[in-house]
């Protein structure tokens, strides 16, 4: 099975990637044949920030879940705006 091949199930989350010289937090946007889209996440401002085009032979390393992740993912939710209800 083809990296590309299994990381298509895991569009559109958030996972921590290594590729070529650079590493980042980020959301699996769309994953190709030839190419990933991967949206960086800045943990200083809490926000997605550059949306990026990756070669797949370039991809070294994928993280899908863990300690960090989640982290991530409570830090950017508590930044999201909530709905107010009146009672």
Do not use: C, H
Request: hydrophobic content about 40%; overall charge negative; proline content about 1%.
């Amino acid at each position: 099975m083809k990296l590309t091949d299994k990381l298509k199930t895991f569009e559109r989350q958030v996972v921590f990637m290594r590729w070529g010289g650079n590493e980042s937090y980020g959301r699996l946007n769309y994953v190709g044949i030839d190419f990933v889209e991967f949206e960086v996440f800045d943990a200083d401002e809490l926000e997605f920030t550059d949306k990026i085009l990756i070669n797949s032979q370039l991809i070294l390393e994928v993280v899908i879940n863990g300690a960090d992740i989640s982290r991530i993912l409570a830090e950017y939710s508590g930044t999201l705006p909530s709905e107010e209800r009146n009672i």
